[in-house]
């Protein structure tokens, strides 16, 4: 599930690897992927990549004034692949949604594994045409979420700083990987009101969230695609931990669930020894 280091990580990959390059052909195996029509896809092949650029969690490859903008989603991925075959993917079968074919015979399929089939494709003249873009919320990265700003956003919110955090109109970028980590690092509770943070509070969260975004960003540099995906595991304390030891304390990890996802958390370190109800569970015990 690629969040904002990962895409940034992806975006330097294209610059280096991509820009400079002709589209030499499109293949759209998975259609539905493709969320617009006008201009076509395949008006992409001809013209060069001049840039790759990032917005909150969207990948936006600049190919000469269009934008083939794509939102991974949850199991969305961009494979680049130094060789491609000339046969085009077969249609409607596997996984991958659109194949970019450069003139050098390397290229990058965008794909999605699983069923949820939320990989979104666009291409657009602007990127604010595509409308989770235009909704984005302030860049965690970017100069301007400073903590002031950030103490001003959860000012009056009633909502649990979890939701809060992963809101991509409010912040955009943060899924819940990292706001599972960032909580647990400064031993909050996922479930707080996020008007009830503490000036100390909101400054540590500040701190930990910045920091931590920008170690992923600074330790994927550099590295191949296909590396990130483990790279980003591997330096999770809670997020996809579920029953291992909390790295602080030892106590385990535990979770809860929703219909589609779950999010991960220690009882001693955030929510003092107590846990949390699982509301899927307490469902299905009633
Ligand atoms: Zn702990």
Same mark, same amino acid.
């Given at each position: 599930?690629?969040? /904002?280091? %990962? @895409?940034?990580?992806?975006? !330097? +990959?294209?610059?280096?690897?991509?820009?400079? =390059?002709?589209?030499?052909?499109?293949?759209?195996?998975?259609?539905?992927?493709?969320?617009?029509?006008?201009?076509?896809?395949?008006?992409?092949?001809?013209?060069?990549?001049?840039?790759?650029?990032?917005?909150?969690?969207?990948?936006?490859?600049?190919?000469?004034?269009?934008?083939?903008?794509?939102?991974?989603?949850?199991?969305?991925?961009?494979?680049?692949?130094?060789?491609?075959?000339?046969?085009?993917?077969?249609?409607?079968?596997?996984?991958?949604?659109?194949?970019?074919?450069?003139?050098?015979?390397?290229?990058?399929?965008?794909?999605?594994?699983?069923?949820?089939?939320?990989?979104?494709?666009?291409?657009?003249?602007?990127?604010?045409?595509?409308?989770?873009?235009?909704?984005?919320?302030?860049?965690? /990265?970017? %100069? @301007?979420?400073?903590?002031? !700003? +950030?103490?001003?956003?959860?000012?009056?919110? =009633?909502?649990?700083?979890?939701?809060?955090l992963t809101?991509?109109?409010?912040?955009?970028?943060?899924?819940?990987?990292?706001?599972?980590?960032?909580?647990?690092?400064?031993?909050?509770?996922?479930?707080?009101?996020?008007?009830?943070?503490?000036?100390?509070?909101?400054?540590?969260?500040?701190?930990?969230?910045?920091?931590?975004?920008?170690?992923?960003?600074?330790?994927?540099?550099?590295?191949?695609a296909g590396?990130?995906?483990?790279e980003k595991?591997?330096?999770?304390?809670?997020?996809?931990?579920?029953?291992?030891?909390?790295?602080?304390?030892?106590?385990?990890?535990?979770?809860?669930?929703?219909?589609?996802?779950?999010?991960?958390?220690?009882?001693?370190?955030?929510?003092?020894?107590?846990?949390?109800?699982?509301?899927?569970?307490?469902?299905?015990?009633?």
């Open positions: 599930m690629p969040e /904002l280091p %990962e @895409v940034e990580s992806l975006v !330097a +990959f294209l610059r280096e690897r991509a820009v400079g =390059r002709v589209i030499a052909r499109v293949d759209v195996p998975g259609i539905h992927v493709l969320k617009t029509y006008a201009p076509p896809i395949s008006s992409l092949a001809g013209l060069e990549i001049t840039g790759a650029t990032r917005h909150g969690k969207f990948l936006d490859v600049d190919v000469s004034g269009l934008h083939l903008v794509t939102h991974l989603s949850r199991a969305g991925w961009l494979h680049w692949r130094k060789f491609l075959p000339p046969a085009p993917p077969k249609m409607g079968k596997g996984p991958i949604g659109v194949r970019i074919h450069l003139d050098d015979q390397s290229g990058f399929d965008l794909t999605e594994s699983g069923t949820q089939k939320r990989l979104a494709v666009y291409v657009v003249n602007d990127p604010s045409e595509v409308p989770g873009i235009t909704r984005l919320g302030v860049d965690p /990265l970017s %100069e @301007v979420f400073t903590v002031k !700003a +950030f103490g001003e956003l959860l000012e009056g919110v =009633r909502a649990q700083i979890k939701g809060v809101d991509q109109t409010v912040i955009a970028g943060v899924g819940n990987a990292y706001s599972d980590e960032v909580l647990w690092e400064v031993g909050l509770s996922p479930f707080k009101p996020a008007s009830s943070l503490s000036p100390e509070d909101v400054g540590r969260l500040h701190e930990a969230l910045v920091r931590t975004l920008q170690d992923a960003v600074t330790r994927a540099e550099g590295m191949a590396e990130l995906k483990a595991k591997s330096h999770l304390a809670v997020h996809a931990r579920t029953g291992l030891p909390c790295p602080r304390c030892g106590d385990e990890v535990r979770e809860v669930s929703f219909a589609t996802k779950s999010l991960q958390y220690c009882a001693t370190c955030q929510t003092g020894g107590k846990p949390l109800a699982d509301r899927r569970m307490s469902r299905l015990l009633k």
